[in-house]
Nanobody
Framework: QVELVESGGGLVQAGGSLRLSCAQS????????MGWFRQAPGKQREFVAA????????YYSDSVRGRFTISRDNALHTAALQMNNLKDEDTAVYYC????????????????WGQGTQVTVSS
């Protein structure tokens, strides 16, 4: 069983940066692709970024490409989302997710989810 715990959310001014972390407990972290999703109030959950199990393939939504960077440290069983040049529209609860068989933007194929961490961007 894979458990995920996010951290690093908070309040930041527009243009600022935050780094989210996702810690995985369980075995075989290096077998899982990792993804980040977010959900703003009144909106559906949306894909943000994903990274293959070996870190060789990264995917981003158009809205964050060039501003956000997904990474992972398989030795530490962690994944991260570096968020730069934050905008008001980035305000949401951010979730990390793990998939044993898929890397990409479709949330249905992720097997485990964290509880989420709030990111609030003020202008």
């Amino acid at each position: 069983q894979v458990e995920l715990v996010e951290s690093g959310g908070g309040l930041v001014q527009a243009g600022g940066s935050l780094r989210l972390s996702c810690a995985q407990s369980g075995r075989a972290f290096n077998r899982y692709a990792m993804g980040w999703f977010r959900q703003a109030p009144g909106k559906q959950r949306e894909f943000v970024a994903a990274l293959s199990n070996n870190g060789g393939g990264a995917y981003y939504s158009d809205s964050v490409r060039g501003r956000f960077t997904i990474s992972r440290d398989n030795a530490l069983h962690t994944a991260a989302l570096q968020m730069n040049n934050l905008k008001d529209e980035d305000t949401a609860v951010y979730y990390c997710a793990a998939s044993s068989s898929y890397v990409g933007r479709n949330a249905e194929y992720y097997d485990a989810w964290g509880q989420g961490t709030q990111v609030t961007v003020s202008s």
